[in-house]
Nanobody
């Protein structure tokens, strides 16, 4: 099966920066996309950023120009550099990978356990 391990969350002041990391492990034949969703208290989980296997990126409008997603294909790892953080960025950030496990003919999403990001003075 596929496992995701996230790191990098924490408490930061407004205007500060954080970098999230997420490493996928297990028997994976192909990774098609990796990314981050986030869920604030009382709200639904929404896409923050994603990157496909060919390097195409998508961002939520609210994070464009402040967040940068990148990927190390050799390590099956995705990063989210978050700059100019705002209190409204406070949420649990969930990493996901859309991939095809070895021995399977279909692909699906796998999720990390989530990491808390709190932006507060």
């Amino acid at each position: 099966q596929v496992q995701l391990v996230e790191s990098g969350g924490g408490l930061v002041q407004p205007g500060g920066s954080l970098r999230l990391s997420c490493a996928a492990s297990g028997s994976i034949s192909a990774i098609y996309a990796m990314g981050w969703y986030r869920q604030a208290p009382g709200k639904q989980r929404d896409l923050a950023a994603r990157i496909t296997s060919d390097g195409t990126t998508n961002y939520a409008d609210s994070v464009k120009g402040r967040f940068t997603i990148s990927r190390d294909n050799a390590k099956n790892t995705v990063y989210l550099q978050m700059n100019s953080l705002k209190p409204e960025d406070t949420a649990v950030y969930y990493c996901y990978v859309f991939c095809r496990p070895t021995g399977y003919s279909t692909s699906r999403n796998y999720w990390g356990q989530g990491t808390q990001v709190t932006v507060s003075s």
